[in-house]
C-alpha cells in the first residue's frame, strides 16, 4: 500500500521560513518521481515543484522559483520542500505526490497546512 505522510506545516509570518517533509513508504521510492502539489483557499490545485528519482529537479512553478527548493532523501524515502521568503499567497494545503506535471499524480498524501500571515 503505498503511504505518502506530510509533516511540518504550521503558520508562520510573512518573509519567515518552514520547511515540509513527506515519508513515503509502499513503493520504490529511489526510482519515482515525486512533487509537491498545493491548493490554495478557492483556487485549483497546482504543482509546486517536481524532483526525479536520481534528484534532479524537474519543475519549479515560476511564483516559488529562487524561494522554495525541492529535495530528497533516498535513504530515508523521505522528500522535502524548503520554503523561504513566505508570502500571503503562498497559503495552501501542500500534498506531496507521486509523480510528475503537467500529469495529476498518481498518489497523494492528506497534505499539510501552510499559513502565512502576520
Known amino acids: 500500500e503505498v503511504q505518502l505522510m506530510e509533516s511540518g506545516g504550521g503558520l508562520v509570518q510573512p518573509g519567515g521560513s518552514l520547511r515540509v517533509s513527506c515519508a513515503a513508504s509502499?513503493?520504490?521510492?529511489?526510482?519515482?518521481?515525486m512533487g509537491w502539489v498545493r491548493q490554495a483557499p478557492g483556487k485549483a490545485a497546482e504543482w509546486v515543484s517536481s524532483i526525479d528519482g536520481r534528484g534532479d529537479i524537474i519543475y519549479v512553478t515560476p511564483s516559488v522559483m529562487g524561494r522554495f527548493t525541492i529535495s530528497r532523501d533516498n535513504a530515508k524515502n523521505t522528500l522535502y520542500l524548503q520554503m523561504d521568503s513566505l508570502k500571503t499567497e503562498d497559503t495552501g494545503v501542500y500534498f506531496c505526490?507521486?509523480?510528475?506535471?503537467?500529469?495529476?499524480?498518481?498518489?497523494r498524501g492528506q497534505g499539510t497546512q501552510v499559513t502565512v500571515s502576520s
Open positions: 505526490a507521486q509523480g510528475r506535471p503537467p500529469a495529476g499524480p498518481n498518489y
Open positions: 509502499g513503493f520504490t521510492f529511489s526510482s519515482s518521481d
